[in-house]
């Protein structure tokens, strides 16, 4: 036999067991013991030397192996650990993705919300969306993103404490007593909220709701309405620094809160750096539009156009049914340390 041909190592069961330790794990695992397997063969030598490199090569192989596992295991941690939110500047607002490529705000805008049993949510087909809960409108989506900027500077399991007013005046609604009633009635929404969200790869899940307590006080020193939420720590979750995107605040407000088509496809496109074409009866299926398709293209055209007056996108066309933009760069997310 040829001095010169190579030795593999022999596993058996209880030496692969840490390879098949962890059902999240077994792929990446795998596939990385399989490159440390190849550069740890040796050329085969004597029955003398031929045991202790195999043993060598078994020991090479556990190590690499548990740095694997270990390395996997600490992104896992991280995700659930994560206790503060990205930074991001106050002329942003981070949402994150599977929330606005997906149907999970309608474009509706009625005073009456339906109630809706573990609804399967249209999304774009990275993201399974699932929700129980009233119908969630596009001035809720507001409101949320409000009460996260004012929590992303402590951490996710404290209280958030601010004004109504403060509020009010973030959002760009007028300061009416009917502005009030809508922001308490839309976090009561999100509050009683069931989510679900995963990716189709299965890497993460968020279950829960948005908010997950809410007080307010009759006034303060200063007569104004004090106002607490807490949200789930969990949340944080959601805020990965590739699934983040960050919505550009005064472009938000200067859409105004009537044009709830447009609003959707401001924070739909900002999530999309260099947005590919689109059918048009796809964005009628993520946006959850109340109106007939036949509508939907009319609209959508006067949506697109109010996006070009605030300055978002630089133009638009819709040919054979398709929708194509072009929009500014988005602002790049600074990781929260």
């Known amino acids: 036999m040829s001095t010169n041909q190579t030795s593999f190592v022999k ?136 009460l996260i900027n004012l929590a992303r500077n402590q951490p996710m399991s404290d209280s958030v404490l601010f004004t109504g007013y403060q509020l009010i005046k973030d959002m760009g609604w007028r300061m009416h007593s009917d502005s009030y009633r809508r922001a308490k009635q839309s976090i009561e929404r999100l509050k009683v909220t069931g989510i679900e969200i995963s990716t189709n790869n299965s890497e993460s899940a968020y279950s829960g709701s948005l908010i997950r307590e809410y007080a307010w006080t009759a006034s303060d020193d200063k007569g104004n309405a004090r106002w607490m939420v807490r949200f789930e720590p969990t949340v944080s979750m959601l805020f990965m620094e590739d699934t983040t995107t960050l919505l550009e605040w005064e472009t938000r407000k200067s859409i105004g809160t009537r044009a709830t088509l447009a609003l959707f496809l401001h924070s739909f496109y900002s999530s999309h750096r260099d947005p590919i074409p689109f059918k048009v009866e796809k964005l009628y299926e993520l946006c959850r539009s109340g109106d007939s398709l036949s509508s939907f293209r009319r609209n959508i055209k006067n949506a697109l156009t109010k996006l070009v007056d605030v300055g978002f996108l630089t133009m638009f066309i819709v040919k054979d049914d398709t929708v194509h933009v072009q929009k500014k760069l988005k602002p790049k997310l600074i990781r929260a340390k």
């Open 11 to 146: 596993l058996n069961f209880d030496d692969i067991e840490l390879l098949l330790d962890s059902k999240n794990l077994i792929g990446p695992v795998a596939m990385q013991s399989v490159s440390v397997l190849k550069a740890t063969a040796k050329p085969k030598g004597s029955a003398r030397t031929r045991q202790p490199n195999a043993a060598s090569s078994m020991e090479v192989l556990k190590r690499k192996t548990t740095e694997a596992l270990m390395r996997q295991r600490s992104v896992i941690d991280a995700r659930m650990l994560q206790t503060v939110l990205p930074m991001w500047d106050d002329d942003n607002r981070g949402v994150p993705n599977p929330l606005i490529r997906s149907g999970l705000f309608s474009v509706r805008n009625t005073e009456k919300r339906e109630y809706l049993p573990k609804l399967h949510i249209a999304s774009l087909s990275n993201y399974n969306v699932s929700y129980t809960g009233q119908d969630l409108q596009q001035d809720d989506l507001t409101v949320w993103m409000s």
